[in-house]
């Protein structure tokens, strides 16, 4: 909704839709009143929900929550957490009832662009542009280290990997590659509580325009295979895509998960010797790192979902507008779906082999939820004329590169056994990712 | 960096700030007040807001400079840390608080865990229906009856000084008293008053008091929840002993010679009804519950937070002992300047769009009333205490508001439907109190010794959003 097209009324620049003043009465807060005097909740503090603590690891007080208030009223950061496995895959699969925030509202340029990111060209030029780099893309970053016998995996090899498919996703002339790489990396991190990430955030929106509405004319003329060719070539309602259209599209997309999950994998396989020899043993069991990685060691910790309405669950009444914070690393260490959920188990036994669907499961058997791909199809098979789901494309590139890695060099150990590396949050809400990841290793 | 990668460029320079504390309890240094913290600057110099100076130590002491930029930069401020939207401008405020249909007051349910279900979270008919049934006897002929009760009481604290051995609260050296006046009167003070107008008798009200202690400092999820949820159910069980006895048998409020006033307000409660039906133990308590703790702490900062700025501003605390009916203004202006009450959520019931900024139906939006107070466009200098500023109503406070001749009310009780109806008493108990304190303090100033100072050590420290909690004075004896 934009702002013209509601009456402006009174001299202080409120408005309010005259048309949907008729619908709501008045509420009161006796129907939220389950507890007559209120409930305690002594075992945690809402402050530490943004502490250090929490950023550095979540996962002790996430327990506390999980095991004590699964749907926790938090005053103030004036939200609900949602802790528990089944209920947390509950609302993210519920968009009748809860609402998704595009990124676009939370980095404050709601309306900035249309959001094609599901129109299927865009969604084959991605696919086909990882599929077809990845490997070459793992080998080249890996070649660059590999002489030196040492390297910073979550830099050298992680993020750089997940930036070098986005570039060729997006095919941009060599000489702007550096600047649309920064650009896409501020514009991520923008969506953010943080008044300096938001505001460059919104800065490199607008540079991106620049930067790429010159590819995006060019590509309309000659188009490639790539995904502003793609972008370019969509037949939409409201005439052809703008260099917005495109920007508003990057922005929407995951960015994170690949880069994260990577790099978590690989702290995993470095800190649990056991694994790491299956892994190394049988290159089949890489896959299922994968996605033991996915669950134990998540980087998209929460999804935020708006209640659309007033609606009742886990025995309370949410309020039309209440942020509920499905807390996906609670529930990816869920003890009531996974067995000793906080160890890392390559092939453990409570965890699906293949994509799940629907609820988040397969053959019965619960999968760790990675909220930036997606819920999980409802579809029984993907239908032939769709490229794969962002959740196998992201799972299938996170394989191919640690397979890559894993023929490439042999005894790789932690730099610094002294000093073992962790995954953190840079900053509150951003991803809980190992940043840091220095290791030896002999080159083969 | 030496990463080899070639995109690497800013990717990995940490903001600096948060490589030292990536959570929300970022250490802000300390200000001289009424500076703001540097949060640095958008391109085109619009100062950035950190959302996590608002739970900080110097937000708590130093919260004006920080206000200003909300108010000038970013009106409807929509903090992405905590989900709230904050609304800082004096009309915006005001605004919002008349249309109580568009914002309600539901997210006071944080309260209600330890009040119960009370007023504060009505809206509209029904709110209006259970608001004159306690309204009426806090305004008015019955409170005007009342007020030789209320000066009987600050004499008989003032009087009981003589009594008190704890140094901390009363001392003596070279015939210069030294009085906590927190711990001697204020914090007290206000709860035996209300105690007295409900009617409750004399031998409750240090039970009162120790309730009204647990159920404030259990409010909103506290460490102390719990206490304050048993505090509330034995205010209950109490209360609901005297509710069945009154239905049985009203009592009567006395003026001071002994002849009846009116019903006192339990009495007459107990035989309202609502909806057809009288009016349950259950929401008689909780009502009480409100008024006990709607009445105490405000009060109480308000008597501190007014003698604390008078006695800072002795050239303005000798015009009022030349000049008795400067009280009203003096009380006035302190709320205004210092509030006891920063201000009250809303939810929007509706999709609103402010200053460009949309809302979302059923976001929590903070109404800051400190803001408001301190906003230039209505309140010239704002930040001086001044009593004879010539832009605040300081005339008895309206529902409606007040704008005219220039002059504007304060935003401390609110306005509108839910303007704070104790606004009136809580005026009587600050302004006959202080009368009577000035009758017995001779000379009274501040003793710097003893209150708290500032950063530097040196100053006071200032009374931010937090008012003072205790103020140590000194006096000549008679
Ligand atoms: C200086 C002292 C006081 C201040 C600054 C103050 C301030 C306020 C404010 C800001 C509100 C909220 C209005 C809103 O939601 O918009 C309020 C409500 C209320 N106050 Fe006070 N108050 C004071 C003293 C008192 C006293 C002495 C009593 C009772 C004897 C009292 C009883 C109440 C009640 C019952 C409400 C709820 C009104 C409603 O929601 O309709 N207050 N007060």
Redesign the pocket.
């Known amino acids: 909704m934009t702002e013209s097209a509601l009456p402006v009324i009174g001299a202080n620049g409120v408005a309010i839709p005259e048309g949907t003043r008729g619908d709501a009465g008045f509420r009161t807060y006796e129907v939220f009143q389950r507890e007559r005097v209120g409930q305690s909740t002594p075992k945690i503090k809402p402050a530490q929900l943004v502490s250090r603590e929490f950023a550095d690891n979540p996962y002790p007080l996430l327990a506390v929550l999980r095991e004590n208030y699964p749907c926790y009223r938090d005053w103030l950061n004036n939200c609900f957490w949602i802790t528990r496995y089944d209920d947390v895959t509950s609302i993210l699969t519920d968009g009748a009832n809860y609402e998704t925030r595009s990124k676009a509202w939370r980095l404050g340029i709601e309306g900035f662009g249309r959001d094609l990111r599901t129109a299927l060209p865009v969604l084959t030029a991605q696919a086909n542009a990882w599929d077809a780099s990845c490997r070459r893309l793992a080998e080249s970053a890996i070649a660059d280290f590999a002489r030196r016998g040492e390297a910073d995996l979550a830099t050298e090899f992680a993020a750089r990997l997940n930036m070098q498919l986005w570039l060729a996703m997006l095919d941009p002339p060599a000489e702007s590659a550096p600047q649309v790489a920064a650009l896409l990396w501020r514009l991520h991190r923008g969506v953010s509580w943080d008044p300096h990430a938001r505001w460059l955030g919104a800065a490199a929106a607008d540079e991106l325009v620049a930067e790429l509405a010159p590819l995006l004319e060019a590509r309309r003329q000659a188009p490639g295979g790539d995904l502003i060719s793609a972008v370019a070539g969509l037949e939409l309602e409201g005439g052809p895509a703008q260099p917005q259209d495109l920007v508003a599209t990057l922005l929407e997309m995951d960015f994170d998960t690949l880069h994260g999950a990577l790099a978590n994998l690989w702290l995993a396989l470095l800190t649990n010797a056991e694994e790491f020899d299956k892994v190394r043993g049988d290159s089949r069991c890489v896959k299922l790192a994968v996605l033991e990685a996915f669950r134990h060691s998540t980087p998209m910790i929460a999804a935020q979902r708006f209640a659309r309405h007033e609606v009742e669950r886990f025995g309370r009444l949410i309020p039309k507008g209440g942020l509920l914070v499905c807390s996906v690393a609670a529930a990816n260490r869920d003890p009531r779906v996974f067995a000793n959920p906080d160890r890392f188990i390559a092939g453990r036994k409570d965890i699906c082999h293949r994509e799940a669907r629907g609820q988040y499961r397969a053959d019965g058997l619960a999968t760790g939820i990675t909220p930036g791909l997606g819920p999980p199809t409802k579809h029984p098979a993907v239908p032939e004329d769709r490229p794969r789901s962002l959740y196998a494309l992201t799972r299938d590139a996170v394989i191919t590169a640690s397979g890559a890695l894993l023929e490439a060099v042999d005894d790789m150990v932690l730099a610094d056994e002294a000093k073992p590396p962790s995954a953190i949050c840079r900053r509150l809400g951003e991803m809980h990712a190992c940043w840091h990841l220095p290791v030896r290793f002999r080159p083969r | 960096m030496a990463t080899g990668c070639p995109f690497a460029l800013d990717i990995f320079a940490e903001p600096e700030d948060h490589a030292k504390d990536p959570g929300a309890q970022f250490d802000f240094p300390l200000m001289p007040e009424g500076q703001a913290y540097d949060m640095g600057h958008a391109p085109d110099g619009t100062p950035l807001f950190d959302p996590r100076i608002l739970q900080s130590a110097e937000f708590f002491r130093n919260p004006y400079p920080y206000y200003r930029i909300l108010r000038d930069h970013y009106p409807v401020y929509h903090d992405r840390l905590h989900n709230t939207y904050y609304v800082t401008r004096y009309e915006d405020i005001t605004r919002c608080?008349f249309d109580d249909e568009g914002f309600n007051?539901i997210p006071?349910g944080s309260s209600s865990g330890v009040l119960g279900n009370?007023?504060?979270e009505?809206s509209g008919v029904e709110?209006r229906r259970r608001?004159n049934l306690?309204g009426q006897h806090?305004v008015g002929q019955s409170l005007k009856n009342r007020i030789p009760a209320i000066q009987r009481q600050a004499r008989e604290m003032i009087e009981a000084w003589d009594g008190i051995s704890d140094p901390r609260v009363v001392s003596m050296a070279d015939g210069v008293r030294t009085v906590e006046l927190g711990m001697a009167f204020a914090n007290e003070f206000?709860i035996r008053v209300?105690c007295e107008?409900l009617g409750f008798p004399k031998e409750a009200q240090n039970d009162f008091y120790y309730w009204y202690n647990s159920m404030m400092s259990g409010l909103g999820g506290s460490e102390t929840h719990q206490q304050g949820l048993e505090a509330r159910q034995h205010l209950e069980d109490y209360v609901e002993g005297i509710v069945e006895a009154r239905r049985k048998q009203p009592t009567y409020l006395h003026d001071e010679v002994g002849n009846p006033i009116s019903k006192d307000i339990i009495s007459k409660l107990c035989e309202t009804k609502v909806d057809g039906d009288y009016l349950s133990t259950e929401e008689i308590t909780s009502?009480i519950a409100?008024?006990v703790g709607?009445?105490?702490e405000?009060?109480r900062?308000?008597i501190l937070n007014m003698w604390h700025l008078l006695l800072r501003n002795p050239e303005q605390f000798e015009a009022l002992r030349n000049d008795d009916s400067l009280w009203d203004a003096a009380f006035h202006e302190t709320?205004r300047h210092s509030?006891?009450?920063g201000g009250?959520p809303r939810h929007n019931t509706y999709d609103v769009v402010m200053h460009g900024v949309r809302v979302p139906a059923g976001s929590l939006m903070e109404?800051v009333?400190f803001s408001a107070n301190h906003d230039e466009r209505v309140f010239k200098d704002p930040e001086t205490f001044n009593i004879f500023r010539d832009d605040l109503y300081t005339g008895k406070i309206l529902r409606s508001g007040y704008n005219k001749d220039g002059r504007r009310n304060h935003m401390?009780?609110?306005?509108?439907?839910?303007?704070?109806?104790?606004?009136w008493?809580?005026?009587q108990?600050?302004v006959e109190g202080s009368r009577i304190l000035l009758k017995y303090l001779k000379n009274p100033r501040i003793n710097m010794e003893r209150m708290p100072k500032d950063t530097d050590g040196m100053s006071l420290k200032p009374l931010g959003i937090v008012s003072v909690r205790e103020l140590h004075l000194d006096y000549d004896l008679a």
């Open positions: 608080y007051t006071k009370t007023q504060l009505l709110h608001r306690y806090l206000p209300v107008v009502n409100l008024v709607g009445g105490g405000t009060t900062g308000a709320l509030s006891s009450i009250q109404m009333d401390a009780f609110g306005v509108g439907p839910h303007l704070c109806p104790g606004a008493i809580s005026h108990e600050a």
